[in-house]
């Protein structure tokens, strides 16, 4: 994730007044983000799966298992498209149709690279776990090679 740049695949179309372009605003709600959607092609046709997503620095990670129809189409070269989604509250109104939601996105479009190094797994997952709960690694047992193989 080198930053936001504006291609004509990440042009805002409808409302571009309400797009950020600061990248802490990024990074901000990747940040308060524990779900992200993660969209891919599989057999012609897009898939979307929610799963668990973090950042450390620049680069951001989501978790997925080894033998997944998602990781597999990864692995291919297929191209992700990840939503991190923030829902700031409904809006009701007295019409239906008016009815709404606030929220924050960032959708983050890019080509993954899987973890291969059982230290480079360790390492990204300790960062996830600290920043759902600080310090809870230190509390767990080592992860043992079947799970980080998984």
Known sequence: MAGLGK???TRI????TR???ETSVL????DESYICHVGFVVNGGPVVIPTLGWRVDDEVYFHGSRGSRMLNAFKAGGEACLTFTLLDGLV???SAFHHSANYCSAVIFGKPTLLEQRQEKLDALEVFMDNIAPGRWDLLRETNDKEIEG
């Open 7 to 9: 291609t004509d695949r």
């Open 13 to 16: 179309h409808r409302a571009p």
């Open 19 to 21: 797009a950020v372009k």
């Open 27 to 30: 990074h901000q709600i990747i």
């Open 92 to 94: 009701m109104a007295r």
